[in-house]
């Protein structure tokens, strides 16, 4: 490190050292408003600690874990709705199943056309059976000339 | 209760903290007098306007108040969590005030009467270190004022600012740089050819 620089630091670290030995003593008001902090906080707590619980803001209360009890009621609930969803899809199948079936049977009407296996039911299906014939115009011009 | 003591046998700081959050109102009169002036000193020396160190000081010492039903002891020593509070609330001041300087902290003009002349150029050898300080970018100046104006060791410098020891050495000495750089041009102005 050339001499300069050496000097420059030693002067940095004396100014340091001035600033540490001139440190003032924190004024009265100040260490009297940090005490009185201190007292505050400590009446807010006792005086939570007086209030019923029942009463006390949410974000106050300590967080707990679940009792065992509570643990087992849910884990059951949720094998219970797993189970549910098992008969619901068989359920559907079921019905799928008995509806392709259902189609071949008198008195079936051709809401069934849409289950897969009622292709008959499909094809005497008309789209336009019930348009008049300015309708009918509109959609085939030439036709209607 | 029976109080730890530390290694010079006084009351140890986590058992004040721990006294009064069990109800011990003269706990909190001793951690006052040992806590509060050193949340103040490092306010002052990273803010420079004495009214405002005095603010992040009172909010530091507020939330060990709140803190201390909570505090593990042991965990961490009450000192250098006071001192990470204390420079954190002081670099979110400076940055939300962009660093201006108060017209408040500025000087009066000096007394040119000769027996004033030392006690000037003291002061602006503080003064000159407060604003070359005030200059640095938040980091180095938080690390510098905590290794050569608090006199903590690199490892607890490490702790209060998270982050590892040689984090620690480089902006350290990258702050000392700026600080001679900025302070060349000034020694024989402030009077140390003298000394």
């Known amino acids: 490190m050339p001499a300069n620089e050496r000097d420059d630091e030693a002067a940095l670290l004396a100014l340091f050292a001035d600033l540490r030995a001139a440190e003032p003593l924190p004024p009265a008001d100040f260490l009297a408003r940090v005490l009185a902090d201190a007292e505050t906080e400590a009446d807010l707590r006792d005086r939570l600690a007086a209030t019923p619980e029942v009463w006390r803001p949410a974000t106050a209360r300590p967080r707990r874990s679940a009792s065992l009890a509570r643990r087992l009621r849910e884990g059951l609930a949720g094998w219970g709705a797993a189970a549910g969803g098992l008969v619901s899809a068989a359920s559907v199948g079921l019905w799928l199943g008995a509806s392709g079936l259902a189609t071949g049977l008198p008195g079936v009407g051709s809401g069934m056309a849409l289950v897969p296996g009622a292709d008959s039911a499909a094809q005497e299906f008309d789209p336009f059976g019930g348009l008049d014939s300015m309708t009918y115009a509109l959609l085939e011009p030439e036709a209607a000339e | ?195």
């Open chain 2, 1 to 195: 209760m029976v109080m730890a003591l530390d290694t010079h046998g006084e009351v140890s700081d986590d058992a004040l903290l721990l006294a009064y959050a069990a109800g011990d109102r003269a706990a909190a009169r001793e951690l006052t007098l040992r806590c509060a002036p050193v949340a103040l000193r490092v306010a002052q020396r990273m803010l420079r306007d004495p009214a405002e160190a005095e603010d992040v000081a009172q909010e530091a010492m507020l939330r060990l108040w709140r803190i201390a039903p909570e505090w593990r002891p042991g965990e961490a020593k009450i000192s250098t969590w006071l001192y990470r509070v204390t420079s954190n609330l002081c670099t979110d001041r400076l940055r939300r005030a962009g660093r201006g300087m108060p017209l408040e902290a500025i000087d009066e003009p000096a007394d040119d009467r000769p027996a004033a002349v030392a006690g000037m150029i003291e002061a602006d050898r503080a003064e000159a270190l407060r604003q070359a300080l005030a200059d640095l970018p938040d980091r180095q100046r938080q690390a510098v004022v905590l290794r050569h104006l608090e006199g903590l060791a690199n490892p607890e410098i490490a702790a209060i600012m998270d982050v590892g020891v040689e984090a620690v050495e480089s902006l350290t000495a990258r702050g000392k740089r700026a600080l001679v750089r900025a302070l060349a041009g000034r020694r024989e102005e402030l009077g140390y050819e003298d000394d």
